[in-house]
């Protein structure tokens, strides 16, 4: 830290992303990225004459991929900001609809809790139930910005839309911000709420189910006020946010909705095949609707399991929060990437014995 560093900011924790090692060749199932490449129409957008188009700005109202997002997901435009992966609204949110407080579960997207810290927002952090799953009543009536991942991470599992509309109901004067990073895997989206109700905010990500987590691209729904707000953040940091060629692939995926739609049910297939697996070796597994299992093994510890993984070359995601730390978190890859993962396991268990 350098002596210049504004106090505020010298306590401050940083998010600690998913390792992502240059060291060897791993099985990456660490960041819960595809294993599939975007959509081939995607792939041959990226041509060089857009590479030379980089030399004049991005459209910083980023009209045409949302016009294509709003047509695709049946909402007006005004509904629609598109953003530098939905950490960067995610910021935005925080900055813009904190001020009351907020809230969200202990065991959720590690993420939460830094904005609030970089804010100076006073964080309730209520625990998920002994099975893990979130009780919507403790989020009713709160009057504070809440905010919850459903499916949640890293535990995989969802709240039915009708109960997040019993919060974003009982909370009419603060936002409610829902992260649908994983819906695209067997959730439900709460996006037809948004137009009952203006103090919703959903976001989402190409990062997992569109295949482009190195494009940077996030997005979010809400009503036109909303919106218009996180706009007036935008414009305030940096409003040429997404640059010209993410924009472009962007819009080219949503041309190329089926593909992702297909790559979507291999995942979901891929993870009830591992499930199996996993729980035919007597792992638990929680139930998940997200393109990663968290799942634990009386026979080893946590700890010990993601190191032993890494060694054999599968990088798995292990968190040290005591509540969670029996437990990895393992995306779901190729077929045969989860093959070897269960061939590994089971050489690891047997070492182990
Ligand atoms: C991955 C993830 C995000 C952010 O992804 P971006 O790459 O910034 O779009 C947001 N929320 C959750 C719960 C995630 O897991």
């Known amino acids: ?11 401050l924790e940083a998010y600690t992303p998913g390792e992502q090692p240059r060291d060897m060749q791993y099985i990456k199932l660490n960041t ?10 995607v792939v041959e957008a990226m041509t060089g004459e857009q590479v030379e188009l980089l030399r004049l700005y991005s459209d910083p109202t980023a009209k045409g ?13 005004e509904n629609v900001f598109i953003s530098n992966g939905s950490d960067e609204v995610l910021n935005f949110a925080f900055m813009a ?35 893990f799953s979130i009780d919507y009543r403790k989020y009713c009536g709160k009057n504070k910005l809440v905010v919850i991942a459903n499916p949640n991470a890293p535990t995989g599992m969802t709240i039915p839309v009708w109960q997040i509309e019993e919060i ?37 990500t190409y990062s997992k189910s569109r295949c482009l987590a190195g ?43 089926s593909y992702y739609q297909e790559k979507c049910r291999e ?3 891929t993870r009830a095949w591992t499930t199996q697996q996993l729980a035919g070796l007597g792992f638990t597994v929680l139930p998940s609707k997200a393109n990663f299992i968290f799942v634990k093994t009386d026979q080893m510890d946590g700890g010990e399991l993601y190191k032993k993984l890494k060694e054999k ?41």
Not at 3 to 11: M, T
């Open 313 to 353: 070359g599968i990088l798995v995601r292990h968190f040290t929060n005591p509540r969670i730390c029996q437990f990895n978190r393992v995306t779901i890859g190729t077929k045969q990437q989860m093959q070897t993962l269960i061939d590994t396991v089971k050489e690891v268990l047997y070492e182990n014995q």
């Open 97 to 131: 609809f904190g001020g009351n407080g907020a809230v969200f579960p202990d065991i959720s997207y590690g993420f939460y809790e830094v904005y609030a810290d970089l804010y100076a927002i006073n964080a309730e952090k209520i625990p998920l139930e002994s099975d």
């Open 215 to 257: 494009g940077r691209l996030g997005y979010a729904f809400g009503s036109p006020a909303v919106i218009a707000d996180l706009e007036k953040i935008k414009y305030s940091t940096n409003p040429y946010n997404i640059n010209r060629l993410t924009l472009l692939l962007g819009e080219k995926t949503v041309e190329a909705e």
């Open 32 to 41: 819960n990225e595809s294993p599939y490449p975007p959509a081939p129409s």
């Open 267 to 269: 995942i979901e297939a």
């Open 1 to 11: 830290m350098s002596r210049f560093l504004n106090q505020q900011y010298q306590s």
């Open 65 to 77: 991929l949302k016009d294509k997002l709003a047509g695709l997901y049946g909402v007006k435009p």
């Open 168 to 204: 974003v109901k009982s909370n009419p004067d603060s936002l409610v911000l829902i992260d649908e990073a994983y819906v695209d895997f067997g959730g439900e989206t709460c996006l037809p709420l948004i137009g009952t109700y203006d103090n919703l905010l959903v976001t989402r």
